[in-house]
C-alpha cells in the first residue's frame, strides 16, 4: 500500500486504478489512503494503544524483574496492572496483543510446576533480592517487630498444580532460568496453617479439613486436648 501511494505520488504517471493492479491492493482502500481519508494501520493501531510507549517500556520492566525472581506473571496479572496504569479497563485479548507489539522481547507459553525443595537449591538469588527488599521497606517506615508475621501453610493433600500460561523475557527462556510456579509435593489430606510473629509469640496454628458441606466431624478431633495444644479449625471443599 505505502509503494503503491508512494507511486502515485511520484511523476510515473498511474492513475489509482492502475497503481492498484500494479501493486495488488485494494483500489478503495488505495483511493482513501491517497485521498488521505484513513491512515496507516500502523499509525492507527498507535492512536488506539491503551497504553503509551513509555507505560509499556515501564511494564515490560516489571515483567523481567518478576520474571528474574522466578515469579513470571500471568496474562490475567499484565492486564490487571495494565488497567492500573490507564484506569481503563483492557479488552478481553489485550495481553496477547501487547505480547505481540513486543515480540523480540516477551514470549508466553505454558510453563511446567517445580518442586518447592527444588525451587529453593536453584534460586537462591531470587531469596537474597526479596531480603534485601524486605529489610528496605522495613527501616523506610519503621516496621515494629510486633507488626511482623509470617505466615506458611504445608499442604497433606495437594497434588500437582495445572500449568499456568506466563509472559516472560526471552532472553531468560534461552538461558534456562525460567521456572513455572511452585507446587507442593505431600498427598494427604489436610492443610495446616502457622503464623508466627517477629517478637517470638505465635497464633495457634490452623487445620483445615476438606469437607463440602463445610461442617467439621467429631471423628476429626480425637484425642485432641483444647488445654494442652491450642488449634483453630477450619473446613473447605478442596481442604
Not at 495488488?24 to 488506539?48: E, P
Not at 495445572?162 to 526471552?170: C, L, S, Y
Not at 507442593?184 to 502457622?194: M, Q
Not at 510473629?197 to 478431633?221: F, V, Y
Amino acid at each position: 500500500m505505502d509503494d503503491a501511494i508512494a507511486s502515485l505520488h511520484s511523476c510515473d504517471a498511474l492513475n489509482i486504478s492502475e497503481a492498484a493492479r500494479k501493486f495488488n491492493v485494494s483500489r478503495s482502500t488505495l483511493s482513501k489512503r491517497f485521498s488521505r481519508r484513513t491512515g496507516s494501520k500502523a499509525k492507527s493501531d498507535k492512536k488506539q494503544q491503551l497504553l503509551t510507549e513509555k507505560q509499556e517500556l515501564v511494564l515490560i520492566g516489571h515483567i523481567i524483574r518478576l520474571s528474574e525472581w522466578y515469579l513470571p506473571p500471568t496474562p490475567a496479572m499484565v492486564t490487571l496492572w495494565a488497567s492500573q496504569i490507564c484506569g481503563k479497563e483492557p479488552g478481553k485479548n489485550w495481553a496477547a496483543g501487547f505480547k505481540a507489539r513486543h515480540k523480540d522481547q516477551l514470549d508466553s507459553r505454558y510453563l511446567n510446576t517445580i518442586d518447592l525443595a527444588r525451587h529453593k537449591a536453584g534460586s537462591e538469588p531470587s531469596y537474597r533480592q526479596y531480603s534485601t527488599v524486605l529489610k528496605q521497606k522495613i527501616d523506610q517506615y519503621a516496621i515494629q517487630p510486633q507488626n511482623c508475621y509470617n505466615m506458611d501453610e504445608k499442604g497433606f493433600l495437594i497434588g500437582h498444580l495445572q500449568k499456568a500460561k506466563r509472559i516472560f523475557p526471552k532472553a531468560l527462556m534461552k538461558q534456562q532460568r525460567l521456572l513455572g510456579s511452585s507446587q507442593d509435593g505431600s498427598r494427604e489430606c489436610i492443610t495446616l496453617v502457622a503464623t508466627i510473629c517477629a517478637d517470638g509469640s505465635s497464633l495457634p496454628p490452623a487445620l483445615i479439613c476438606k469437607a463440602s458441606t463445610g461442617d467439621l466431624q467429631d471423628s476429626w478431633l480425637q484425642n485432641y486436648g483444647p488445654s494442652e495444644h491450642p488449634c483453630l479449625f477450619a473446613s473447605s471443599p478442596n481442604g
